[in-house]
C-alpha cells in the first residue's frame, strides 16, 4: 500500500520559511494518475487544502496561500516538498501530506501529519 510520512522542523519563527518533506513509498508520484498534496488543520479548526503537484509536475495552490506557497518534487527520491514563506503564529497546524487519484476525488491516503508550531 501507498505510505506517506512527512518531515520537517516542529517550532519555525515568524516571518521565517517553512520547509515540509513527504517521502512516499509503495506508489510512484510521477504516475499518470495520481496527484501528491498537502492539507493542514489548524488547532480546533477544519482542514484546508494548500495545494498539489500532479503527476506531470504541474502545482494547484490554494489562491489564499498561493503567493507564499511552493510545492516541488524529487523524482529520483519519490519525494516532495512544501515551502511556505513568511509564516505567522496563524500558520499553526498540523500539517498532512495525502494522495488522490486523478479521477477520485478526495485523498486516499495520508501520512500521519506533522505538527508545526510559529513562534518567537
Known amino acids: 500500500q501507498v505510505q506517506l510520512q512527512e518531515s520537517g522542523p516542529g517550532l519555525v519563527k515568524p516571518s521565517q520559511t517553512l520547509v515540509l518533506t513527504c517521502t512516499v513509498s509503495?506508489?510512484?508520484?510521477?504516475?499518470?494518475?495520481?496527484?501528491w498534496g498537502w492539507i493542514r488543520q489548524p488547532p480546533g479548526k477544519g482542514l484546508e487544502w494548500m495545494g498539489a503537484i500532479f503527476y506531470s509536475g504541474v502545482t494547484n495552490y490554494n489562491p489564499s496561500l498561493k503567493s507564499r506557497t511552493s510545492i516541488s518534487r524529487d523524482t529520483s527520491k519519490n519525494l516532495f516538498t512544501l515551502q511556505l514563506n513568511s509564516v505567522t503564529p496563524e500558520d499553526t497546524a498540523v500539517y498532512y501530506c495525502?494522495?488522490?487519484?486523478?479521477?477520485?476525488?478526495?485523498?486516499?491516503?495520508w501520512g500521519r501529519g506533522s505538527q508545526v508550531t510559529v513562534a518567537s
Open positions: 495525502a494522495r488522490r487519484r486523478a479521477t477520485v476525488p478526495g485523498y486516499d491516503y
Open positions: 509503495g506508489g510512484s508520484i510521477s504516475s499518470n494518475d495520481n496527484y
